[in-house]
């Protein structure tokens, strides 16, 4: 399937997104930067890659809403994909999902962060711009409480990305539209399965915020997520998608409930070759909670930038922190993945990260059971244990061909 192919690609460029239009060279996001790669792909065998990632079953639903979202595993390579008609025809939209359990430590955040899941009762709001790493610093979250507290956490996810395991803690994850038709039935029926924490993927509309709203203040910790580019623009597009005359009802709500306000923008360091969280961090203090139910959103970056002794970031100060920071965590392989069963026949997609293959050993002459070795192709040439990609225009599938020969 061209697809693997194509994602096989992507991944080995260390692109975090990839985009497949009809007519179009695939696009791939790397390091925030978009580059073409490819000869363009045709809208017939788009539209087959569609249907596959869509499914049979729902198939006539995304023909009647013209759009669906799903996560998908495909050789070994975890995906969030959103499939979407355009004026050229089905286009998809391939967003790569970290293979290992998302932690702070993993993900290079403050490890003060854990202390927002301490709470009980309350509301803790990430937000960000739209691929900026909100849904891995939540799942996160969700990990560091995992580890310590025996409590049951229910989300709601459209669509599920991370796949949690439960240890200490009690969890059950439900996919809206598979497992739920919506984030607010999901969220009456969470009211009726004895959760202690909630976890709702999005807040896209009034009434998911109201219900998010309720449920946190009815002695359950919330976490969800938010599309902002400042934490006090994130609280301000909460109460503001409420009608007017119920505003001040909604500030004294957040007032009462808020725990923190997490607003994050992922930044490139080249000095350590990988990206990583820049965040602005927002405590609900007594200032802050006497800012919100007073509606006086312009005065949330004062505190900010005085609350420092309280645990609250402005950017210029996490950023100094990042800076500081000597204990990063670089990934070693641009997939990295949670350790497997053992498999018969190792696959591309499972081999072991570069600092742990074997050394380059002279290729001994050919016999029954020795590996073979490969020979040069213009697709791929092996050298010093690495498979070498000349161009993007060459036959990917001979590339995966020459990594089953060398890893067979």
């Given amino acids: 399937m061209r697809l693997s192919a194509l994602i096989a690609a992507a991944r080995s460029a260390q692109a975090s997104d990839l985009h497949l239009e009809s007519g179009l060279p695939a696009c791939m996001r790397v390091r925030g930067q978009l580059t073409s790669a490819g000869e ?3 809208a017939r065998e788009l539209l087959e890659m569609a249907r596959e990632v869509v499914g049979e079953e729902r198939w006539a639903d995304f023909l009647a809403r013209r759009s669906c ?18 004026s050229r025809g089905v286009g998809l939209a391939i967003r790569f999902l970290a293979g290992f359990q998302a932690t702070l430590e993993r993900l290079n955040l403050h490890p003060d962060l854990a202390r927002l899941v301490e709470s009980h009762h309350g509301l803790v709001i990430v937000s960000g ?4 790493g909100k849904s891995s610093t939540l799942a996160a979250l969700i990990q560091e409480l995992n ?7 229910v989300t709601l996810e459209s669509p599920i990305e991370y796949t949690l395991t439960p240890r200490r803690a009690f969890i059950r994850q439900r996919e809206v539209g598979r497992d739920t038709p919506s984030f607010e039935q999901g969220l009456y029926d969470a009211m009726r399965e004895d959760p202690d924490v ?27 997520t938010l599309h902002s580019s400042t934490a006090a623009e994130a609280v301000q597009r909460i109460v503001s998608a409420f009608p007017a005359e119920i505003q001040a009802g909604v ?3 957040l007032a009462d409930c808020l725990v923190a306000v997490v607003c994050q923008r992922l930044r490139f360091f080249p000095e350590r070759g990988t990206r990583a969280p820049e ?5 609900a203090t007594q200032a802050v909670k ?9 005065k949330l970056q004062t505190a900010l930038e005085t609350g420092g002794n309280d645990g609250c970031f402005t950017f210029q100060r996490y950023r100094e922190w990042l800076e500081r920071k000597t204990d990063w965590h670089l990934p070693s392989d641009p997939v990295e993945r949670e350790p497997r069963a053992p498999s018969p026949e190792p696959s591309p997609s499972s081999l072991p990260p570069p600092a742990a293959r074997a050394p380059r050993r002279p290729a001994p002459p050919p016999a029954p059971r020795a590996a073979p070795t490969p020979a040069p192709s213009p697709a791929a040439e092996a050298r010093d244990g690495v498979i070498e990609i000349p161009s993007a225009d060459e036959d990917l599938a001979g590339i995966l061909s020459e990594l089953e020969k060398r890893n067979g």
């Fill in 40 to 42: 363009p792909v045709e």
């Fill in 69 to 86: 979202d799903a996560a998908r595993t495909i050789d070994g390579v975890r995906c969030r994909i959103n499939v979407l008609c355009t």
């Fill in 129 to 132: 711009p739209t691929g900026s």
């Fill in 147 to 153: 580890a310590r507290e025996t409590r049951h956490v």
């Fill in 198 to 224: 909630l976890m709702v993927g999005e807040l896209r509309d009034q009434e998911t915020m109201r219900l998010t709203l309720s449920a946190a203040e009815t002695g359950h910790l919330v976490l969800t």
């Fill in 251 to 253: 500030c004294s709500q």
């Fill in 279 to 283: 965040c602005e961090v927002l405590l």
């Fill in 290 to 298: 006497a800012i919100l139910r007073q509606g006086q959103f312009f």
